[in-house]
């Protein structure tokens, strides 16, 4: 029970965190015009930004209820995954604001916890296409561990995709 308590205080912790990227990155997104063009100064479209997030996030929880109605499978999420998708995210908002590219905040975290709960489960299964049954196939599942399958899937569905999408 103590490993439990400890790894959802480590995740709220981690969502303590990304809540603080999502601040400082949406703010980037949502000021940077009006900076740029002068017609706010920074430290007032800044103090702009922060109440009205403050404001926003009393007065919608539509976020919340999507990623809560049915994005992925409640009975497959764990707390350890709920960890990893926050960790994602928070690294995809330091990466896009270091490298200067806008980007959503609530769609990384969209793109985090999909992300772990489908390498993070062996029943977990590729909804794009369904890989092919051939022997090179069965070759591959009887010499590759189960972990290095599931880092592969990603990369083989993504490919398979794209292949049809191709062809189309």
Do not use: Q, Y
């Not at 959802?8 to 990155?25: K, R």
């Amino acid at each position: 029970m103590e490993h439990i308590t400890f790894l959802v205080a480590v995740v709220i912790v981690t969502a303590l965190a990304f809540d603080f990227t999502n601040g400082f990155h949406d703010t980037a997104n949502a000021m940077a015009t009006s900076i740029a063009t002068g017609a706010l100064r920074p430290k007032v479209a800044v103090l702009i930004a922060g109440v009205l997030n403050i404001v926003g996030a009393f007065l919608s929880t539509e976020v919340a209820k999507t990623i809560s109605g049915g994005i992925v499978d409640d009975t497959l999420v764990t707390p350890g995954m709920i960890f990893a998708g926050l960790v994602s995210a928070i690294l995809w908002n330091l990466l896009t604001w270091l490298l200067g590219l806008p980007s959503s905040s609530s769609h990384a975290l969209f793109g985090g916890l999909i992300g772990a709960v489908w390498v993070g489960r062996d029943k977990t299964v590729c909804t794009l296409t369904r890989l092919s049954r051939r022997s090179s196939s069965r070759r591959w599942r009887r010499r590759s561990s189960p972990a290095s399958r599931r880092c592969s899937r990603p990369i083989r569905c993504t490919g398979s995709a794209a292949g049809r999408a191709g062809s189309r």
